[in-house]
């Protein structure tokens, strides 16, 4: 059986600035830069081979992949870029500071759009220059209506079809896959690997720049996962 290794890109300029970002194409800080060289030299320190790579659509997940590889000497392995890996789209919160939101809307409010499982947050207004809809490459994608908020719920759920339909039958053929994504996509395969129920989902935080590791049995029970380097 395959190995599968997740790696939640580097930290990202909004990330140092405490913002929303979701599909916002925010690239990454130069300590995010520095994350990715390392969980690629932790990643050679695997001597393990990836027969397919997979990463989201923006850059700073297409850009973590790339100098994760390029210290790995290995930027000839295949990839596949999907927007479903993409992070969960925070609507019409993204761009907002954290800190600065809460006290806009009480942080009671803000707990809710970010720790509840099901809830939106405020949708993104159609016209606004964030609209999905309105970049080049979800349209070149084939993306029809693409959204315009989501919940920890409905990004999981478009996740799950690259489980189902590519990454399980690799898997099973006994290729080894990496994928560079986000915090909320990931949490998605977790959940499903690790058998979350909604409540432990939202308790799971998984840091930038640290590939993690997952071994599996013949039937894809999970059988062991750790960080590199823990």
Known sequence: MGKLVILRHGESQWNLENRFTGWVDVDLSAKGV????EAGRALRSLDLEFHHTYTSVLKRAIRTHFLALESMDRLWYPVTRSWRFNER???????LNKEETA???GEAQVKIWRRSYETLPPMLEPGSPMN???DPRYKLLGLENPPLAESLKTTIERVMPVWNEELAPR????QNLLIVAHGNSLRGLVKHIKKL?????????IPTGKPWIFEFDTSLGLKHDAYLGS
């Not at 789209?89 to 761009?95: D, F, K, R, V």
């Not at 898997?171 to 006994?174: A, F, P, Q, T, V």
């Not at 129920?197 to 935080?205: D, G, I, Y």
């Open 34 to 37: 520095e994350e990715a060289k």
């Open 103 to 105: 006290r806009q809307y």
């Open 197 to 205: 129920s909604p409540e432990e989902v939202l308790e799971l935080n």
């Open 89 to 95: 789209h925070y609507g019409s919160l993204q761009g």
């Open 171 to 174: 898997l099973s053929r006994d």
């Open 132 to 134: 999905p809809a309105l």
